[in-house]
């Protein structure tokens, strides 16, 4: 199993070299690329052979009715979890992790448009407040003209 991924490397390398040849870099700079791609190949070659597992359908409803339950997990019950859904106790806490930053962010989505829109209903109460305080204005002006008698004055 290793050898496949090494001779894939080990293949993957002499093109990367075929084609910095082809474009004529200098020994020391095709060096440091040649470093660069190996260091990528070692993080990339890790990433392929455990590729991430998703959960199956009954293990999240279960991790959601227990999330419902409480979402705070003591040890003895994120052990518990694991065994019955045959999952690690690191991928249940981080799973209720996750669930929780879900929730929250959730939640901060409901109070944002709860305030925006009571900030929208207090926009248009002051842009009416505002019409209605000219219009009272302008009778009051009206009113001392046609009177001749204002308190301002």
Known sequence: MWSNYVSFFANAEVDVDQ???????????QAMLDRLEQEDSYED???????????GYDQVKA???????D???EPERKVKLAE?????????????????????????????????????VLKVEYSSLQQ?????TRKVIYTCIIYDFCLFM
Do not use: C, H
């Not at 084609?19 to 700079?29: D, I, L, Q, T, V």
């Not at 799973?95 to 900030?119: C, G």
């Open 19 to 29: 084609r910095n040849e082809a474009k004529g870099y200098s020994e020391e700079f």
């Open 45 to 55: 070659g890790s990433s392929m052979l455990e590729k991430k597992r998703r959960l």
């Open 63 to 69: 991790l959601e009715k227990s999330f419902e339950l």
């Open 71 to 73: 979402n705070k997990l």
């Open 84 to 120: 019955e859904l045959g999952l690690q106790p690191r991928q249940v806490s981080i799973w209720f992790q996750n669930r929780r930053a879900r929730t929250k962010t959730k939640q901060l989505e409901r109070d944002y448009s709860v305030l925006k829109s009571n900030f929208d």
């Open 132 to 136: 209605e305080n000219e219009t009272l």
